[in-house]
């Protein structure tokens, strides 16, 4: 269980500094910090089993026919990943608290950058494919949030937008993906996929899959052509630069593919499309970053370019390039991760960014300068650091490809080209901010930052020099258990020591090396070249994109939409009429062959009288009372209907309703014309007759077909296992709460925000209160009838007894938490009716809002609660108990859920009939009310 607190204590740590938010600074940093470092603490305690090869597991059943179930695994890639995550996120942590100003909302932004943490915890842990996608998905919200943090620049809002585009689109993609993986394996279990490579492999729908995880990976990992995000990206404050940009975020799509390696590697699709976009990646920001004269610019291409080599080393299909591809996982998270929070520093030290005024820094802040520029030349290769050796097994590796024929030594060559430029703007970052003259028209005066800013990135630094001159023993084993599991099998002999002789790769990083500075040195010229193309600004081109697809939406929609009502509605009969015209054209014979029951005379008048009700609906329509009370007569005649074929639910479902929905149209319709004009063109008369009678005879046909014919449903399966699996001899209850209680929960969530979008449509709303009806005839002084308040007020206890009987013996008997509800808001209503608002208020004190909130989560915990006894999510449990006098009973948890159930619906109805109801007082509500 341990393994399950994790990516847990993270996300309870989101309310962590929202509760602190009235004290200091420190406290709220320090309060923030207390459970990640808690999950870092048990992350280590698992460390001996994961070295020891074991992958620790964890799951609860959620909908296990479907294949969905809560899960976490831990392996050695997932133990390498999530020491990232926490160990870097509380550098993070620390660097914030002295990077933000007094201005910024610190407890939102720790809040927002611990809802990013648990979401990358929970890509790397999770256990199942579904799962991971919902994390994945919670990265791109969450890295929205913190990238739009600064919202009041205009820079931060387009680049959040953008971002959240790109990798939500992405991840709809990777969802495509993912669900095509799953119905290939026939489970969404990390641990049968990862073991069913050859069946994916060799599956027709291999391809297809293929790009659809790799558009998930590339477009979060900011791959060409999607590398456009990451650079606008970097108007987010510098510590979510450091953290999402260098060593997490963007990492996500790496480690897909580190995670889906065993499963989709090992052809020459994936060489070709892996490999050629990370080669292409590697160029373009290595190239572009070498121009950039903001100073998170050129790391933020850098980035690209880094993620590009790894991607490149995951596509070579070598196991020694996968090696090579975590290790530089681990160093780029380093040394990137502190060259952001050093940029962080000179910008919040000087005031800008802009490397043309940011010179001679050496001068100010030498203690700085120094740890940038050790990381700069680590981002650069440099021999003793830890840049240098996951370099020279790349360069090792691109000597080994041999796919493209005898075109195979344009990746090493290509590659030596990436790391040239890679030097040059790591030469340009060390010389252009620290040396070259002195600083011009800095905003401020540079000094060193805060002792504990610089913390991070000294520990960082350290990290490098550590793993650059002992590789084996900092390293070693972490890089061997993350690779295996990555593999997924033996490892491949390879070398971490610092001195390999010389040879070719050696000979690529001194060429390296040179060729960077002597670019760097004649930059000018490169700078003249590239002057003579135009910038074009990916974030400009983004937003007339999406302008152009408003526009054309907005076209589209005018044509369609033109405020008539008719018209909609006969759009979407008609081309429901077009879908149904083929499977009834293909019906040979209307009737089947299944016997009818016989026509009694009280099914017959029944009929008539629906009939009859229902055209005088549609023809006395502009006399309000009168189809009021027509319409009620249908809704009466449909409730004995059911009772009249074995479904009492139904029949008090709908009968409750029906009163609900009657003096909802009441309070609605007072407020609209008395009378409506006729406004239809006798055309359109014939129009919409023909239709209704097309439409009509149609359905009719439907029904006809169907209830002439033996119905196979899976009605028997409930009647069967009712009782055995829900407790419950009410198949409709225990269908309700049990069998598909997420479809429920789900509806009585929709319930709630439809209720509360009501609530904030009208709070607000102040309406005439018409003083007579059309004829001029003014309403009754007295609204309040005695007779109706006494009667009310004695009807209300027998009421609400009436809703506990029917609540409670809701499972065995017809009935339940959602007919139990209707019946105590109409009990409610009455007295609203009978009294008025005011009256009702000062006796009754109900935040509604609350309410409908209280029942939803109680619903949902219901479910939860089945975790704790090994069941799937919202399996009822019940037993069976014997009391003095009482005699046995039985105790189910679908009665909890059911309140749930219960108290939603109330606070609901009451919340759109209450708010209504006080549209004709003479005091409009205030916005804090709620009833």
């Excluded at 003096?663 to 319709?669: P, R, V």
Aim: aromatic letters at 10%; charged letters at 10%; a neutral charge.
């Amino acid at each position: 269980m341990g393994l399950l607190w994790i990516p847990l204590l993270p996300m309870l740590g989101t309310l962590m500094p929202l509760m602190a938010a009235r004290f200091s600074r420190n406290s709220i940093a320090l309060l923030t910090a207390l459970l990640p470092a808690a999950a870092l603490f048990l992350l280590f305690t698992q460390a001996p089993a994961v070295f020891s090869g074991q992958v620790l597991a964890v799951s609860f059943k959620w909908i296990p026919l479907a294949g969905l179930e809560v899960a976490f695994r831990l392996d050695g890639l997932a133990w390498l990943f999530a020491l990232l995550i926490l160990g870097i996120g509380q550098l993070i942590i620390l660097y914030a608290r002295y990077y933000l100003s007094e201005q910024d909302n610190m407890p939102l932004f720790y809040s927002y950058l611990l809802l990013f943490m648990t979401a990358m915890l929970g890509i790397v842990l999770s256990g199942n494919l579904i799962q991971l996608w919902f994390f994945w998905e919670l990265t791109s919200i969450s890295s929205f949030l913190l990238i739009g943090f600064w919202s009041h620049k205009s820079e931060a809002r387009k680049g959040a937008r953008m971002a959240l585009t790109i990798t939500g689109a992405g991840g709809l993609a990777l969802l495509a993906g993912l669900l095509l993986v799953g119905q290939v394996v026939g489970s969404y279990d990390l641990g049968e996929v990862l073991a069913s490579g050859d069946l994916i492999r060799e599956h027709a729908a291999y391809p297809v899959i293929l790009v659809l995880v790799l558009l998930g990976a590339f477009t979060k990992s900011a791959q060409f052509p999607f590398h456009f995000w990451l650079p606008h990206a970097m108007s987010a404050p510098t510590p979510v630069s450091a953290y999402l940009h260098s060593a997490t975020m963007v990492k996500a799509g790496i480690f897909l593919m580190a995670r889906m390696y065993p499963v989709l590697s090992g052809t020459e699709l994936w060489f070709l499309i892996v490999s050629m976009t990370g080669l292409a990646t590697l160029l373009i920001g290595a190239y572009v970053a070498l121009f950039k004269h903001d100073l998170k610019g050129l790391l933020a291409y850098s980035t690209i370019s880094h993620l590009g080599l790894i991607t490149l080393l995951l596509g070579m299909n070598t196991q020694l390039s996968t090696v090579a591809a975590i290790f530089h996982i681990v160093n780029h998270a380093a040394f990137k991760a502190s060259l952001f929070m050093a940029a962080g520093i000179i910008d919040h030290e000087t005031g800008t960014r802009d490397m043309r005024q940011i010179n001679g820094l050496w001068k100010y802040m030498p203690h700085t300068a120094t740890l940038a520029m050790v990381a700069a030349a680590s981002m650069a290769g440099v021999p003793l650091l830890n840049g240098f050796l996951s370099k020279e097994m790349f360069f090792a590796e691109t000597l080994q490809q041999v796919t493209l024929g005898s075109l195979s030594w344009m990746v090493p060559v290509f590659a030596t080209l990436g790391t040239v430029f890679s030097v040059a703007y790591s030469a340009r970052f060390i010389h252009d901010v620290f040396f070259n003259g002195e600083p011009v028209d800095l905003p401020k005066t540079p000094h060193e930052p805060p002792r504990f800013m610089r913390i991070p990135v000294e520990v960082l630094i350290a990290l490098c020099l550590l793993i650059g001159i002992f590789p084996n023993f900092v390293i070693g084993p972490l890089l061997a258990i993350a690779s295996s599991a990555a593999l997924g099998g033996d490892l491949p002999n390879y070398s971490l020591a610092i001195w390999h002789g010389f040879n070719v790769p050696l000979l690529m990083s001194f060429l390296a090396m040179v060729g960077g500075l002597i670019i760097y040195y004649n930059r000018k010229h490169l700078f003249r070249f590239q002057a003579q193309f135009p910038e074009a600004d990916a974030k400009l081109i983004f937003e007339w994109v999406m302008q152009q697809l408003v526009k054309g939406c907005t076209v589209i929609m005018q044509k369609l939409e033109n405020g008539s009502l008719q018209r909609y509605i006969y759009l979407l009969i008609f081309l429901a009429m077009i879908l149904m015209a083929g499977p009834m054209i293909d019906l040979n014979a209307t009737e089947g062959h299944k016997s009818q029951l016989p026509l009694d005379n009280l099914t017959l008048i029944a009929a008539i009288i629906l009939a009859a009700a229902t055209l005088a609906t549609v023809l006395f329509n502009r006399k309000r009372l009168v189809s009021i009370i027509s319409l009620s007569v249908v809704g009466l005649i449909v409730s004995l209907a059911f009772a009249r074929f074995s479904a009492p639910d139904l029949a008090l479902t709908q009968l409750s309703v029906e009163v609900v929905t009657m003096i909802l149209l009441l309070l609605a319709l007072f407020f609209l014309p008395q009378n409506t004009p006729k406004e239809s063109h006798p055309r359109r008369l014939v129009r919409d007759l023909s239709l209704a009678g097309i439409i009509g005879g149609v359905i009719g046909t439907i029904n006809y077909a169907m209830i002439t014919r033996p119905l196979d449903s899976l009605s028997w399966f409930y009647l069967e296992n009712s009782k055995t699996g829900g407790g419950g001899t009410n198949v409709v209850n225990v269908i309700l709460v049990d069998f598909r209680g997420l479809d429920t929960l789900g509806e009585i969530s929709v319930l709630g925000i439809a209720a509360l979008g009501i609530y904030k449509l009208i709070v607000r709303m102040r309406l005439y209160m018409p003083s007579s009806d059309s004829t001029g005839r003014p309403w009754a002084v007295g609204r309040h009838p005695m007779m109706l308040s006494v009667v009310s007020q004695s009807l209300l206890p027998l009421a609400l007894l009436v809703s506990a009987y029917i609540f409670l013996r809701g499972h065995n008997m017809p009935g339940g938490g959602f007919i139990a509800g209707l019946i105590t808001s109409v009990a409610i209503i009455q007295q609203y009716i009978a009294h008025g608002v005011d009256w009702i208020k000062d006796r009754l004190r109900i935040n509604y809002q609350w309410l409908v909130a209280s029942g939803i989560l109680i619903a949902a915990l219901t479910g939860v609660g089945s975790w704790f006894f090994n069941r799937p999510f919202l399996t009822t449990w019940y037993d069976y108990f014997n009391l003095p006098l009482i005699g046995e009973f039985e105790l189910a948890s679908a009665m909890l859920f059911d309140l749930g159930v219960y108290l939603t619906v109330i606070g609901a109805t009451l919340m759109i009939l209450a708010n209504l109801g006080k549209l004709t007082t003479k005091q409009s509500p205030a916005m804090k009310e709620s009833n």
